[in-house]
């Protein structure tokens, strides 16, 4: 960064930036976290192991790699791991809860947010799904809204929503909130405690192996129905391979899926890593490159979508321009004809001033 650094707080960016070069080495200008993270070296170690020991007929207890990554998802957004279930996929748990609640019943939703979050409520028979624009989600809730469902930061633009006052004006109506933290987790302070069902995927700013989501439930478990409970949601999971479970988990883990255990195996050491680094500190880092391209995007005489506090940066008009970065070396997303940069742990300054470069030719 362009400044100096002294006594505890040079120590703390030496420790994070040591940390970052030990895990990340990419071989290019890689700005696209907020469609697929970069996987840790120990991640990819852990994984070579796993696969390795399984082909060699001694597999690894992956089952306490699920179990550790429960852990310290839980820990990273502030709730105790009971609280949390361990899948693979966003869509399943909206599907699971759009199919809990009662026919008729309103859900409230953001303009272009994922798919993955509002769709499962559309193709559910009986809801009244409601649109607004994201701004405009607080003052919208009204009597007789059931739900609010949005994502933390939005996926094509990076807009970053008002949770407290979403959760506020909920609260006020009786209405009960889910927020998806797939762009958020691991950079954003999000503390799942304070709303009743929240889910993330891990492949992105938790810099895990596709096949790791997970599900936040409030202490009663939220009144959903687990629909797809196989053996893994008993709570005595090897004593429910056969026939109907004679008893569910009594915690979240009732709503667990049948894990990817390999990409668990993974999943494990990047959550350490982002303990390791803190939260905090990836906040501060991805936010500062975040302003740094921002800056440098004035003096093209380009305007992104004004999306204060977040790492991504979604510029109008240049979407097009994706495929030549690409080729140039810088991995970038296309979004809705917009250009979308991701800022993350492992990006620096010089990544920044290489895409500006690149888009200045």
Not at 111 to 134: Q, Y
Not at 289 to 295: N, P, Q, T, V
Request: net charge negative.
């Amino acid at each position: 960064m362009d400044c100096e650094f002294s006594g505890a707080h040079s120590g703390a960016m030496e420790t994070f930036e040591s940390l970052v070069r030990t895990e990340f080495a990419p071989k290019n200008t890689y700005l696209n976290t907020a469609s697929t993270g970069l996987l840790p070296a120990r991640t990819v170690a852990a994984m070579h192991t796993a696969v390795e020991a399984a082909a060699a007929g001694r597999p690894t207890d992956m089952f306490s790699d699920v179990e550790a990554s429960r852990a310290c998802f839980a820990r990273l957004v502030s709730v105790p791991g009971h609280r949390v279930a361990a899948g693979a996929s966003v869509a399943v748990y909206s599907g699971l809860i759009a199919a809990s609640l009662p026919e008729g019943a309103e859900v409230l939703t953001a303009e272009g947010d994922f798919s993955s979050v509002v769709n499962p409520f559309h193709v559910r028979p009986g809801l009244k799904v409601r649109t607004v624009p994201l701004e405009g989600i607080a003052e919208s809730v009204r009597p007789g809204t059931a739900l609010v469902a949005v994502s933390a930061a939005q996926s094509a633009d990076g807009r970053v929503a008002d949770l407290p006052a979403i959760r506020d004006a909920a609260r006020e109506h009786g209405a009960r909130t889910y927020i998806d933290a797939s762009q958020a987790s691991g950079w954003l302070d999000f503390d799942a405690d304070a709303y009743d069902y929240s889910a993330s995927v891990a492949f992105k700013w938790l810099v895990c192996p596709r096949g790791v989501a997970f599900l936040v439930v409030p202490e009663d478990l939220g009144g959903l129905t687990p629909l797809f409970a196989g053996w893994v949601a008993g709570e005595c999971p090897w004593d429910a391979c056969y026939g109907p479970i004679d008893e569910l988990a009594h915690s979240a883990r009732r709503f667990d899926e049948s894990p990817a255990l390999f990409s668990y195996a993974g999943a494990r050491r990047s959550l350490e890593l982002l303990e390791e680094l803190g939260v905090d500190a990836v906040r501060a880092h991805d936010l500062a490159l975040a302003d740094r391209f921002r800056a440098g995007l004035a003096s093209l005489g380009h305007e992104p979508v004004p999306a204060p506090g977040s790492p991504i940066v979604s510029v109008p008009g240049l979407g097009s321009r994706q495929e030549g970065l690409s080729g140039a070396g810088v991995e970038v997303s296309d979004r809705a004809g917009n250009l979308r940069a991701a800022f993350h742990l492992y990006n620096t300054p010089a990544d920044v001033d290489r895409l500006l470069d690149v888009l200045s030719g």
